[in-house]
């Protein structure tokens, strides 16, 4: 059974930084391309990056690009998000899932993180 935790959100000022760690069992990490999505209340979830299983591709977000940084590690089953200038709108529940962006591996979702940035 794929099971995904996401972990490392908190309350941060704006401008400040935060990483964020998925942790991926019940399936084989390193075969799989991870993204991470982030949800606001009341909306659909919204991609925010993606990378290839062994990093050679990664994609993001307008919103995102230039501020978060996607990576993972194999040998841990782990996927990274590590998040710069944080603004009040990046606000929101964040969670990583299987694909590159794409919904074809989706199974299920995790719990997530919460991110809160405070002006």
């Known amino acids: 059974q794929v099971k995904l935790v996401e972990s490392g959100g908190g309350l941060v000022q704006s401008g400040g930084s935060l990483e964020l760690s998925c942790s991926g069992s019940?399936?084989?990490?390193?075969?799989?391309?991870m993204a991470w999505y982030r949800q606001f209340p009341g909306k659909e979830r919204e991609f925010l990056a993606a990378?290839?299983?062994?990093?050679?591709?990664?994609k993001y977000a307008d919103s995102v690009k230039g501020r978060f940084v996607i990576s993972r590690r194999n040998d841990l089953d782990t996927l990274y998000l590590e998040m710069n200038h944080l603004k009040p709108d990046d606000t929101a529940v964040y969670y990583c899932?299987?694909?590159?962006?794409?919904?074809?591996?989706?199974?299920?979702w995790g719990r997530g993180t919460q991110v809160t940035v405070s002006s």
């Open positions: 899932n299987r694909g590159f962006g794409t919904s074809e591996f989706i199974e299920s």
């Open positions: 990378i290839s299983i062994n990093g050679d591709r990664i």
């Open positions: 019940g399936f084989t990490f390193s075969f799989y391309p």
